[in-house]
């Protein structure tokens, strides 16, 4: 395993440090490997918090647990896209909360290749804005870019199914883990993605199941992708 993928994913375990503090360490040590290594009273320092809560948070990350979802994620095919790797996107690091990883199937030069712009709308969509998702994809596609979006129901999988259809690129960014793709029914076409030259990521370990709190949090990585969101429907 990489050392650097091990401890992005290991900070991102660490109780009580969410995405906007994890970068403003890693803007201070240069790497999460550089994070973990720094002694307790400077990392303590730097995060705002006292020697002995710092400790708490140390204690507190399962390295054997981060190691089992990055062997996941190898036997998957997968990729782990951290801060200071080559693919990770330019615009996440213009977020004040950016991803300290993600786990990536598929083609990683989505990431970073083409402009993207994320297309998103109503899981109980209509006909008429489907239709409407369905050609400004195809404009979008027609133009060169990458299209993004959160692989739900109704319009996110018109849109990833009109890229398919179009033979562009396109990028699910999954609010569960990338063993555990949600909607299940949606399954077969996340397949589709990969095996076309686009991309599946998800923030969250490779066994976390779907819950209500992990969509808004994916819905910022969508955003921050991307150069535009076009809301169709909502």
């Not at 890693?26 to 490997?33: E, M, P, T, Y």
């Not at 409407?132 to 990833?160: K, Q």
């Not at 399954?187 to 976390?208: H, I, K, R, T, W």
Request: glycine share 12%; aromatic share 4%.
């Amino acid at each position: 395993m990489d050392d650097e993928a091990i401890a992005a994913a290991s900070l991102q375990a660490m109780p009580g440090i969410g995405p906007r503090t994890a970068a403003r360490a890693l803007r201070r040590f240069g790497s999460a490997g550089a994070v973990l290594a720094s002694s307790d009273p400077v990392l303590a320092r730097a995060l705002g918090v006292d020697v002995a809560r710092l400790k708490a948070m140390r204690s507190g990350i399962s390295r054997g647990a981060v190691r089992r979802d990055l062997r996941s994620l190898s036997s998957l095919g997968g990729t782990a896209v951290f801060a200071g790797h080559p693919k990770y996107p330019p615009p996440w690091k213009g977020m004040g909360d950016p991803p300290v990883v993600v786990r990536c199937l598929g083609d990683l030069d989505c990431l970073v290749a083409r402009p993207c712009v994320s297309i998103v709308g109503s899981r109980r969509a209509s006909s008429v804005g489907i239709s409407l998702a369905t050609r400004f994809c195809r404009a979008f596609i027609d133009a060169g870019w990458t299209v993004c979006s959160g692989g739900a129901r109704g319009i996110d999988a018109a849109v990833h199914r009109a890229c398919l259809r179009s033979g562009g690129r396109t990028i699910v960014v999954l609010g569960s883990g990338l063993s555990c793709p949600y909607p299940p029914e949606h399954a077969s076409l996340f397949d589709d993605v990969v095996e076309s030259g686009g991309l599946v990521m998800s923030e969250f370990p490779c066994a976390a199941a779907p819950r209500p709190a992990h969509f808004p949090v994916r819905n910022r990585i969508v955003a921050g992708l991307s150069v535009g969101v076009l809301l169709v429907e909502a």
